[in-house]
């Protein structure tokens, strides 16, 4: 699945994980479109990646958008092969502090924004080979104190890919594969501007990835497609057992907040020997 001239679309590539996944996948000889919300910062990274890297303004919210990249990767590369829905967005605190429209935000982009990426591609992978990777997280594990609907979203996001996954093999499509991504707290712009907002403290308080972590993970996936992959896998195991006795989960959550909250305070007084990539 990996041929020179195969089409791959990244969604939120504009920077940070996103992007460096583009770059993962144009290395290895797919032509690809980086979609984001802003159109700028998508261009900026095709440009910084070279080769036939393209992008293109798309809002995951809007199936019409979505399918529009869709086919545009399609005119130009032949076939798609490879679709990453990465787009995402957090925002935390309890869900009873937050408006309407930040829960729909969330739900939007994270939840339905996958679906729509996820349904796109099944329509122009039938007939050959293709690869469906959805980012999702560890907080579509587990409860996560102070992201609540942000795990609501993420527990949507791996529901979905899994029986869209069972619905395809019970059709007897076999040669497109969906593959889950749960990883940790990744550094990237989007935790480092959480350093002080303690409703995020969960995602502190494991194994602070780099994106680096997560895209070499991405490549694993490529090479041999797995339904769900934790990473890193300790964590993952840690989130299936609080998930599966959710009295235990519960009952650590304030510890495992604690800890979080010491790793943020770490993290920020070293923020200038640590920077995140743009």
């Known amino acids: 699945m990996t ?11 504009g920077r940070g994980l996103g ?16 979609t984001d919300l802003d159109i700028t910062t998508a261009s900026n990274a095709a440009a910084e990646i070279g080769g036939d890297a393209t992008a293109m303004a798309v809002d995951v919210r809007d199936a019409t958008q979505v399918e529009a990249a869709r086919d545009a990767i399609v005119r130009t ?50 007939g050959h080979r293709g690869h469906i990777v959805n980012v999702v997280s560890l907080a579509g594990l587990t409860a996560v104190p102070g992201e609540a609907v942000y795990a609501a979203s993420k527990h949507a996001a791996i529901g979905f890919s899994l029986s869209a996954l069972a619905d395809l093999r019970l059709a007897g499509i076999t040669d497109i594969a969906i593959s889950c991504l749960c990883p940790d707290g990744i550094w990237t712009p989007m935790l480092h501007d959480k350093l002080d907002d303690p409703g995020s ?28 992959t934790t990473i890193p896998l300790w964590r993952g195991l840690l989130a299936r057992l609080a998930d599966g006795i959710p009295a235990l989960g ?29």
Do not use: C
């Open 3 to 13: 041929g020179t001239h195969a089409g791959a679309v990244v969604t939120g590539a």
């Open 19 to 34: 992007k460096e996944i583009a770059r993962l996948l144009a290395g290895r000889g797919y032509q690809v479109l980086l």
């Open 77 to 126: 590369a032949g076939r798609l092969d490879v679709w990453v829905n990465n787009a995402g967005v957090l925002l935390t605190g309890p869900a009873w502090t937050q408006s309407a429209a930040q829960h729909k935000l969330m739900l939007d982009v994270n939840a339905l924004g996958t679906i729509h990426g996820t349904v796109a591609a099944i329509e122009a992978m039938r």
């Open 201 to 228: 403290a969960l995602s502190f308080s494991g194994k602070l990835l780099e994106p680096g972590e997560v895209v070499a993970a991405v490549g694993k996936v490529l090479d041999k497609p797995r339904p769900v």
């Open 250 to 278: 519960l009952r650590a959550a304030p510890l495992t907040v604690a800890h979080g909250r010491r790793i943020q305070r770490k993290l920020k007084r070293n923020a200038a020997r640590r920077t995140p990539p743009d």
